[in-house]
């Protein structure tokens, strides 16, 4: 299973992005899909999730300010982030969850300028 993530890049505070991440190879029921970041000395931290059947579940930190969506078929999720921050800035990872084990997609860098 690969997860091919896009969409990062540098934007100014106030501003949005969207991150798309796609999984390909043998899936099966990859439950759920999501984001987590990891901000330059700190640990790994979800984002937000997105599950079989419409479900989702944020991070405090972006709430009303993020959302994610999925497109099942397709075994994609979208991650639209508006009202970016300074703190927002870090390295966005795919997540996927099958069978037991997580996925990683490769990460992208997501910069927020003051």
């Known amino acids: 299973v690969q997860l091919q993530a896009s969409g990062g890049g540098l934007v100014q505070a106030g501003g949005s992005l969207r991150l798309s991440c796609a999984a390909s190879?043998?899936?099966?029921?990859?439950?759920?899909m999501g984001w987590y970041r990891q901000a330059p000395g700190k640990e790994r931290e979800l984002v937000a999730r997105f599950f079989l059947g419409g479900t989702t579940d944020y991070a405090h930190s972006v709430k009303g300010r993020f959302t994610i969506s999925g497109d099942n078929p397709k075994n994609t999720v979208y991650l639209q982030m508006n009202n970016l921050t300074p703190e927002d800035t870090a390295v966005y990872y795919c997540n996927g969850f099958m069978r037991g084990y997580n996925y990683w997609g490769q990460g992208t860098q997501v910069t927020v300028s003051s």
């Open positions: 190879g043998s899936i099966f029921r990859i439950n759920p």
